[in-house]
């Protein structure tokens, strides 16, 4: 399979070493400064592009890929408040675009558990739910990706609450989101119930950015000859 990889950052690199161990070719790594470049760039030469940029390049990115017919992967985060121009434009240019918060098989098998239990303890309001984020210094965003799909699948079963802060809450209408950067952290979740007899806790920790990089390669090997669409690690995993 032929892989354009949009950004050459840890995750890039990363990728592409699992990539060739597998026997895939990588057709070109632009870096984020390469956006002119990819225009320069065709279905005839990329069966898929992966995208791990930055929220300020991500937009324009899928939509040149879009407009090249090229199906592409993106792992970038903090560029979700443009989702109805990106469906809007793949639905008129006909793309396919796979896209996760994150790869991570456990961190979205932890989404499916995490569900499960919103939907369980929203039956008892004497406990108090937030999430709690820990990623490395250099992440740009805040509060990740991840944590922002977990946040949403609580609050899809607690009505009462209608939205989030990016704080410690003391607001029963709105769920606390804490974002903590520290060191070289690769990713820690924690969704926190505590009421005044007990806490429990599910936690996430991501190792290394493998599982990470594992993940986006798997969604690229199956992205290729899918209808026009937009797909996530829920169609990959079929959860």
Known sequence: MRILLIGYGKMGQTIERLAVA??????????????????GYTADQVDVAIEFTSPDVALGNIITCFEKKIPVVVGTTGWLQHLPQVKAKRHELQGALFYASNFSVGVNLFFHFNEYVAQKMQQYPEYNVQVK???????????????????DGILKHFPEKQGWINDVSQEPNLLGVVSEREGEVVGTHIVQYTSENDTFELHHIAHSREGFASGALLAAEWLPGRQPGIYGMTDLLQL
């Open 22 to 39: 597998k026997g895939h070719e990588i057709v070109g790594a632009l870096t984020v400064h390469d956006a002119d470049k990819l225009s």
């Open 133 to 151: 984020e820990i990623h490395h210094v250099h992440k740009l965003d805040k509060p990740s990706g991840t944590a922002l799909s977990i946040a």
